[in-house]
Each structure stands twice: as structure tokens, then as C-alpha cells.
Nanobody, 115 residues
Framework: QVQLVESGGGLVQPGESLRLSCAASGIIFSINAMGWYRQAPGNQRELVVGITRRGRTNYVDSVKGRFTISRDDAKNTVYLDMNSLEPEDTAVYYC?????????WGQGTQVTVSS
């Protein structure tokens, strides 16, 4: 089992920045990749970005150049720095961990970009 606890998120204006954090605990060695999905009202959940154990990243086109994923292995934590936020980024962001036994999810955190 892997437990994920998210923090960050909130209400910002267009062009501003936010940082999300996701701390993992449990069977850490089983994690192959971590990252974030997001889901806006009326839309399907979409992958925003993932990072593998070896550091390979995969960003959705709409956030390339604006969002950056990083990790602190000592803290078992991944971070998502979101810059130049747009109203279209408004969604619930879910941290995930892909493990040898399946996917685990965080509780979700709301990001709202509005003037």
C-alpha cells in the first residue's frame, strides 16, 4: 500500500503561480512513477505530468513550458510548480503513484484560476 498526501492549490489570478506537493508513504520501493492528473467539471481526468523512478518526465502539451515537476527522494515527495496559470488550468489535481501492484491516488486539491 502507498499513501499520498497532497498540499497546495488554491485560488489565483491568471498569470500567477502555485506549487503542489505530494508526499508518499508506505511501500515506497514499489513506486515506478508519480505525478498528477487533473479533472475539470464535465471533463475526463487527464494526465498532466508524470516522472519515472529514473527521472523521465512526460508533460501534456498544454502545460509544457509552464509547469515543472520535481522530486525530493529523501522526503519521498514530488512537487508541481505551476507558472503562468490560465483559467483553463482550473481543475481538481490528483497526485498518483504507479506501483508494481497498481495505482494509488491522493485526495485531490482544487486549483482555481480566475480574475
Amino acid at each position: 500500500q502507498v499513501q499520498l498526501v497532497e498540499s497546495g492549490g488554491g485560488l489565483v489570478q491568471p498569470g500567477e503561480s502555485l506549487r503542489l506537493s505530494c508526499a508518499a508513504s508506505g511501500i515506497i520501493f514499489s513506486i515506478n512513477a508519480m505525478g498528477w492528473y487533473r479533472q475539470a467539471p464535465g471533463n475526463q481526468r487527464e494526465l498532466v505530468v508524470g516522472i519515472t523512478r529514473r527521472g523521465r518526465t512526460n508533460y501534456v502539451d498544454s502545460v509544457k513550458g509552464r509547469f515543472t515537476i520535481s522530486r525530493d527522494d529523501a522526503k519521498n515527495t514530488v512537487y508541481l510548480d505551476m507558472n503562468s496559470l490560465e483559467p483553463e488550468d482550473t481543475a481538481v489535481y490528483y497526485c498518483y503513484a504507479e506501483t508494481t501492484t497498481g495505482y494509488f491516488w491522493g485526495q485531490g486539491t482544487q486549483v482555481t484560476v480566475s480574475s
